[in-house]
C-alpha cells in the first residue's frame, strides 16, 4: 500500500493543526509534511486545513479535521485491498 502524504502548513497550526498531525503520525502509517507556506493565499488564517494525496481537506476545528483525515485513510485502505 501507498502511505498517504498528508501536508500542512505551519501558519495553520494556530488551529491546532501541528497537534492532529503529530497525533496522525503516531497512529497512522502515512508521511507528515510540514511546510512554511501551501501556497493556499491566506487559506491557513480562515480555518483548519491540509492535503491529503494532494487534495485540499479542510473542517471547522482541528479535532473535525483529523476526522475527516482519518475517514480518508480508511478509505484508501479499504480501496487498495479491493485492487
Same mark, same amino acid.
Request: net charge negative; hydrophobic share 30%.
Given at each position: 500500500?501507498?502511505?498517504?502524504?498528508?501536508? #500542512?502548513c505551519?501558519?495553520?497550526s494556530? +488551529?491546532g493543526t501541528?497537534?492532529?498531525m503529530?497525533?496522525?503520525k /503516531?497512529?497512522?502509517?502515512?508521511e507528515?509534511?510540514?511546510?512554511?507556506?501551501l501556497?493556499g493565499?491566506?487559506m491557513? #488564517?480562515l480555518?483548519?486545513?491540509?492535503? +491529503?494525496?494532494g487534495?485540499t481537506v479542510e473542517?471547522?476545528?482541528a /479535532?473535525?479535521l483529523?476526522?475527516?483525515?482519518?475517514?480518508?485513510i480508511?478509505?484508501?485502505?479499504?480501496?487498495?485491498?479491493?485492487?
Amino acid at each position: 500500500m501507498l502511505r498517504p502524504i498528508i501536508e #500542512y502548513c505551519t501558519n495553520n497550526s494556530g +488551529f491546532g493543526t501541528d497537534e492532529i498531525m503529530n497525533k496522525l503520525k /503516531e497512529n497512522f502509517d502515512c508521511e507528515v509534511y510540514e511546510y512554511g507556506c501551501l501556497t493556499g493565499c491566506g487559506m491557513c #488564517y480562515l480555518s483548519p486545513y491540509a492535503l +491529503f494525496d494532494g487534495e485540499t481537506v479542510e473542517a471547522e476545528t482541528a /479535532e473535525k479535521l483529523y476526522d475527516v483525515i482519518v475517514k480518508k485513510i480508511k478509505e484508501k485502505e479499504q480501496d487498495e485491498s479491493q485492487d
